[in-house]
Every structure is written in structure tokens, then in C-alpha cells.
């Protein structure tokens, strides 16, 4: 039998955390394949949601345990934009809650991706993740986390989209970049805003020079050769 510890934060003794008596270890064991972030980065438009949709229905059909955190589906929710809160929960509440898009409020949006793609990792599942994520500290941060996470490095993939500006520009699904040139979006990555593009990550994807289905499969068989999968 498994004992369940806790461990007092050092800072607020407070603060307790219990650990589960089912390990990540054990749902590892369990389900055939290993926990682990993939992280998806790249410009709006660059392709990462499409590509990151599927490798979670690749892997899916192969009976890999896997949840899909996406940009714009978070911000409807975990990391809400203050004008969705503020019917709800009042004005003060949105404006120290809510978060727009300042690179405060951006850092504090991974932030909580990151957290909580942590906890989803605990639980035995690869996690995959499309963030625009312009800032290379806050995406070395959540690397970090979840390799302090899993007790090795290996659990954190970062996956470039490398499409360029002019292409992502021309695809521009949701009309952003128009209204960013036309001075209607603040704080626009690629117009506005820098993107820090990754130095190092373990897979660079050309978004621009190969269908979706393909780019998936080469994030698949990162994860085979990775040891993720069988």
C-alpha cells in the first residue's frame, strides 16, 4: 500500500500539497505510453491549432489518453479576457481577474496553461497545447515546471510552426491581422507585439510548405522516437 505524503510550501506553510496514491507512474504502467507536454508555437494563422487537432486524432485512433489545450478555447474560461467576465462576476472583479493581451497579462496566460497542463500531466496524459506563446522566457518556464513535474527533462516538446508573417497574413482566418494594421488590435503579435521565435525546440515545423495531416505525422513520430509511444 501507497502512503499519501503532503509537503508544506516554504513560503506559505499554509499551502499543502497532498500527493495521490495512484502515481503518475502507475497510469503510465497502466495505459502503455508516457505523460509529457507537446507545446505548439508560432504566429495566428501559422497552423499550430490544425496541426496540434491532428496529432490528438491520430493519436486518438491509437488509444494514446491525450487533451488538447488551445488558445482560444482557454480564453473563454481558465484564462478569461475581462470583457467576458465582466457580466458575470462586476467590473472589479474582470479587471484583477480578467486577462488581455499586455505581455503581463500574456505571461500570466501561460502561466496558468502551464499549471494546469501540469496537473493534466500528473494524471497520466499527453498534453498537447497552441499558444501563440510569444515570449521565449514564459515558454522556458512552463518547460521547467513540468520537468520538475515528471523528475527528468524529457516531458516537455516544443514545436515550432515556422510559417512566415506574410503567409499567416494571407490566411488571417479570423481578420486579426487586418484589424492589427489597421490599428483596431493593440499589443498584436507579428505587428505590434515581437514573437521570440524558439532557439532550440525539438521540432521545427514548415507551416507553410506541407499539408497539416503531414506536420502531424512528423509530431507523431517525434513522440515514437521520444519514447512516448510505442
Known sequence: ???????SSPTDPKVVWHESTVTRASRELNQGHRAGVVWFTGLSGSGKSTIANAVDQILYHRGIRTLLLDGDN?????CATPA????????????????????????ENIRRVGSAAGLLVSAGLIVLTAF??????????????ISETLGHSDGFLEVFVDTPLDVCESRDP?????QARAGKIANFTGISDPYEAPISSELVLAGDKADPR?????????????????
Not at 462586476?90 to 500574456?106: M, N, T, V, Y
Open 1 to 7: 500500500m501507497v502512503e499519501a505524503s503532503c509537503m
Open 74 to 78: 482557454v480564453r473563454h474560461g481558465l
Open 84 to 107: 467576458l467576465l465582466k457580466n458575470e462576476h462586476g467590473e472589479l472583479f474582470a479587471k484583477r481577474f480578467g486577462l488581455g493581451f499586455s505581455a503581463e497579462d500574456r505571461e
Open 132 to 145: 501563440v506563446s510569444p515570449y521565449r522566457k514564459d515558454r522556458d518556464r512552463v518547460r521547467q515546471s
Open 174 to 178: 479570423k481578420g486579426l491581422y487586418q
Open 214 to 230: 503531414t506536420l502531424a505525422e512528423l509530431t507523431v513520430a517525434l513522440l515514437t522516437d521520444r519514447g512516448w509511444i510505442s
